[in-house]
């Protein structure tokens, strides 16, 4: 079965940590994506990754950055957590191209800051 | 850039009864459309999609969803709700970028099913 693996469901960070969010997925696919989303905002777009070691700014990259070093990982960075970085955090993979059959989504983490 | 807008932020029907989601798109191109449901603390489930060909499109679950090009809607819509289709759903609309497929999620629909 396909899966996306996030490392943790919960994380409280104090604020000014670094904080790491890691994201696995074992089908091959080629791109990843970091989603936070947030109620009444639907989820947005923060990071994508079409290939190794490639990223590409979303929708709301302030405040974050990504890593991709081997095609199964991708990592969310945020480098100097907020309060306002509190949010659930969604990664997820798909092929590329037009024969993608959409995303596959990871159960989410929920990251409060304080 | 696309867009996805669901206006509906809360819906509330009876188990039994029909069902329509409403989703409106903005793209410049033959859009990549899909449906996601989320259920209370899991992840996205991915209900069907819309590539080309046939508008009508059917997905799991029973749902189906119609791609009218002249609207730019793809609504979702099931003919009979169950208890458990209770959660939020979302629609998507999906752009080629840099090689990879970029989703762009609507702000959602959460669906309530009264007994």
């Known amino acids: 079965d396909v899966k996306v693996t996030q490392s943790s469901r919960y994380l409280v960070k104090r604020t000014g940590e670094k904080v790491f969010l890691e994201c696995v997925q074992d089908?091959?696919?080629?791109?990843m994506f970091w989603y936070r989303q947030d109620p009444g905002l639907g989820l947005r777009l923060i990071y994508f990754?079409?290939?190794?070691?490639?990223?590409e700014k979303g929708d709301i990259p302030e405040g974050y950055s990504v890593s991709r070093e081997k095609k199964e990982r991708f990592s969310l960075i945020l480098e100097s957590a907020s309060t306002n970085q509190t949010s659930m955090y969604l990664c997820?993979?798909?092929?590329?191209?037009?024969?993608?059959?959409?995303?596959?989504f990871g159960q989410g983490t929920r990251l409060t800051v304080v | 850039a696309q867009s996805v807008t669901q206006p509906d932020i809360h819906i509330t029907v009876s188990e039994g009864a029909s069902l329509e989601l409403r989703c409106n798109y903005s793209y410049g191109a033959t859009p990549y459309l899909f449906w996601y449901v989320q259920s209370p603390g899991q992840g996205l489930q991915l209900l069907l999609k819309y590539f080309s060909g046939d508008t009508l499109v059917q997905g799991i679950k029973g749902f189906e969803a119609e791609f009218k090009r002249s609207q730019s809607s793809f609504n979702l819509r099931k003919p009979s709700v169950h208890w458990s289709d209770a959660a939020e759903y979302f629609c998507?609309?999906?752009?080629?970028?840099?090689?990879?497929?970029?989703?762009?999620f609507g702000t959602g629909t959460q669906l309530k099913v009264e007994l």
């Open positions: 997820a993979s798909s092929l590329p191209g037009t024969a993608t059959p959409g995303a596959f």
């Open positions: 998507a609309v999906g752009a080629l970028t840099g090689g990879g497929n970029k989703l762009t």
């Open positions: 990754s079409y290939d190794v070691k490639m990223k």
């Open positions: 089908m091959d696919h080629e791109n």
